[in-house]
């Protein structure tokens, strides 16, 4: 038990911020974003010992983020939060609203459609290849490929002012 | 590392793990132990019964308890105090500004179960409108007779809302999924809300109908309604071939696909909010192939509304390209149709592709 807590210790080290910051890309609600890092943490505690090595720490981590942050995605709260009902939680705002300006590009990734960002996250901030999104997601490469691609198009499009022209 | 990781690691760089961990505590779940004895334990009980019934008496009452030997010993005191001792409503220390109650609204299916809670804002508190509430907790399902499960269904998150004058209470959901016992109507269950006085609690209010342990947990009793029997669907094409067929229950829709078109066809948990009436049933296609759902009419028409009560919704950025269809077939009726239009507009000749599905509906009534 003590050692498993340090080796998540250790592996949360490494990555928790990677992780954070990938489920904020997802989820696009700091508050929620926070919520699922902290859920992968205790998901991966939970998990550790059925993790068999098949693929890198860090992989498998990603994956359990993903989950969690598709799990979050289908949830009516989230529906609802995103939808305008309830408004966003007011660190949020203050955040965003400092940082105006200075986050061009991970509001562009935030923005793009659901079906497009996990993948647009996975490959172009996560930097894994085709291959290994796929399997973290479970889709196809072919699906991959495409949605990289149309995310790409959207990214290009969102941030051609910034940093395409 | 890639332009794109740089950029926004650089835009991100407040958010840090670590300063999440330092600023929220972050619960370790202590049944790892107990996990790993489950999986050997289920499958031993599973080898005996097809389905253990929470309320499991007798033999296989003992079994279970040799198998789950009780572990935390002043919880199984407060379960077996429950109906002999008043309910405990005060805590020391709590901040005394929300109430805890759980609703009457109970649904499950057998295999999923979903409750609600009211956390209320107490008169007592000092109020401003503008004030949000943001609590995090985590909550467990507690199986009476398999004392030492006492952390399956284990979830945790957060809310934050912020509160005026009309929604001094908050809805509290919670969603307890691949639950190890089947559940059957009048099974008496706990819920367990860890670290509840830190969230809670008014003890004057009269609102929590829970009782307190030791540990500072809030523990609440509450038996199951009855379940509904699920619904089953059989969805055809136009040539009357079988496209996939569902099975619906009040919380989830489980589809098994005949057509690759629809390989990626997810299992469903439905969250209650979702459920307008009885067994309105939400599909959510999830498919990659971006598709603008139509409807049938009556008379097998087109239409873009939905036939005899039945809705869909779309969320699309505003551009067609982009739809990702989400589909709600009402079982009010006799029939519900659909009909999933590929997109012509996508340059993927493969996404160009009709497709039409039909369900018979069972007369709910």
Redesign the interface.
């Known amino acids: 038990m003590k050692k498993d807590a340090e080796k998540i210790e250790l592996l949360f080290n490494k990555y928790g911020d990677e992780i954070l910051r990938t489920c904020m890309l997802i989820l696009h609600n700091r508050a929620m974003a926070e919520d699922a890092a902290m859920t992968v943490y205790e998901n991966a505690f939970a998990a550790l010992h059925h993790f068999r090595g098949d693929s890198k720490e860090r992989t498998w981590l990603i994956k359990i983020a993903v989950n969690v942050c598709r799990s979050i995605l289908k949830s009516s709260a989230y529906k609802t939060s995103m939808s305008g009902e309830i408004p966003e939680f007011a660190a949020d705002k203050d955040d965003f609203s400092a940082l105006e300006n200075k986050t061009a590009v991970s509001d562009a990734f935030m923005s793009l459609p659901e079906v497009y960002r996990e993948a647009a996250v996975l490959c172009l901030y996560n930097g894994f290849t085709v291959k290994e999104a796929s399997q973290i997601t479970g889709k196809s490469q072919s699906t991959m490929t495409f949605r990289v691609r149309k995310a790409k198009e959207l990214l290009r499009e969102a941030l051609k002012e910034c940093y395409y022209e | 590392?890639?332009n794109?990781?740089k950029?926004?690691?650089n835009?991100?760089e407040?958010?840090?793990?670590?300063e999440?961990?330092n600023r929220?505590t972050?619960?370790?779940?202590h049944?790892?132990?107990m996990?790993?004895t489950s999986a050997a334990a289920i499958a031993l009980v599973a080898a005996a019964v097809l389905t253990v019934s929470v309320s499991a008496t007798g033999f296989l009452g003992n079994l279970i308890r040799d198998v789950f030997p009780a572990r935390n010993s002043a919880e199984l005191d407060a379960i077996n105090r429950y109906d002999v001792e008043p309910v405990n409503t005060t805590a020391e220390n709590t901040m005394e500004l929300y109430d805890l109650t759980m609703s009457n609204n109970i649904i499950c299916d057998g295999n999923i179960l979903s409750v609600q809670f009211y956390v209320t804002r107490n008169d007592n508190g000092e109020f401003n409108s503008d004030d949000?509430i943001?609590l995090?907790f985590s909550s467990s399902l507690i199986f009476p007779d398999i004392c030492d499960y006492n952390d399956v269904g284990y979830d945790?998150?957060?809310?934050?809302?912020?509160l005026s004058d009309d929604k001094r209470t908050l809805i509290l959901?919670r969603i307890f999924s691949d639950l190890p016992v089947t559940i059957k109507s009048g099974d008496e269950l706990y819920i367990k809300f860890m670290d509840a006085q830190k969230l809670i609690i008014n003890s004057q209010s009269g609102g929590g109908n829970y009782q307190i342990l030791d540990d500072g947990a809030a523990l609440f009793k509450f038996s199951v309604p009855e379940i509904p029997a699920p619904i089953f669907l059989e969805f055809k094409n136009e040539n009357g071939e079988k496209v996939f067929d569902a099975t619906l229950t009040p919380l989830s829709i489980n589809a098994t696909a005949a057509d690759p078109i629809f390989d990626?066809f997810d299992s469903?948990?439905i969250?209650?909010?979702?459920i307008v009436s009885d067994y309105d049933a939400f599909v959510?296609w999830n498919i990659?192939k971006?598709t603008n759902p139509r409807f049938l009419d009556e008379n097998l028409n087109y239409t873009d509304t939905a036939y005899n009560g039945s809705k869909y919704t779309v969320?699309s950025?505003g551009n067609t390209q982009?739809m990702?269809p989400e589909c709600y077939i009402s079982t009010n009726g006799s029939r519900a149709s659909v009909i999933f239009i590929d997109d012509p507009n996508l340059d993927?000749a493969k996404y160009i592709e009709w497709l039409g599905c039909i369900a018979e509906i069972p007369d709910m009534t």
Not at chain 2, 156 to 162: A, E, H, I, R, Y
Not at chain 2, 271 to 274: E, F, L, S, T, V
């Open positions: 590392m890639s794109f990781r950029k926004i690691d835009e991100l407040s958010m840090t793990f670590n999440l961990k929220r972050i619960k370790i779940r049944n790892k132990k996990k790993r949000f943001s995090s945790s998150g957060s809310f934050s809302q912020k959901t990626e469903y948990i969250p209650p909010d979702d959510d990659d971006p969320n950025d982009h990702m993927d």
